[in-house]
């Protein structure tokens, strides 16, 4: 069984920027598909970033400019980098990776607070 987990959480200030790191025990040399999703209090889960292997990330348009993905295989990581962060970014953010086999995997979910 793969884990995943992220880490990088917390609480910071509107305008402020945080870096989530999304870990799987299974590397990420052959992870076809890497997401970052988030849900917020009465909100709808929703795709943050999706970053297919060979293509280009996608975005939210409410994250369009501020956030960035990314993949790093040397320390098997997944990063959301997120800047400009605004109050109705508080959510919990969670990470998907999925393998070239099909097979997907959910994190636990990291607290993400911004306050105003």
């Known amino acids: 069984q793969v884990q995943v987990a992220e880490s990088g959480g917390g609480l910071v200030q509107s305008g402020g920027s945080l870096r989530l790191s999304c870990t799987t025990s299974g590397g990420v040399r052959s992870v076809s598909v890497v997401g970052w999703y988030r849900q917020g209090a009465g909100t709808q889960h929703e795709q943050v970033a999706r970053l297919q292997s060979g293509g280009a990330p996608t975005y939210a348009d409410s994250v369009k400019g501020r956030f960035t993905i990314s993949r790093d295989s040397a320390d098997n990581t997944i990063y959301l980098q997120m800047d400009s962060l605004k109050p109705d970014d508080t959510a919990v953010y969670y990470c998907?990776?999925?393998?070239?086999?099909?097979?997907?995997?959910w994190g636990q979910g990291a607290q993400v607070t911004v306050s105003s």
């Open positions: 998907f990776v999925q393998y070239s086999d099909g097979l997907g995997y």
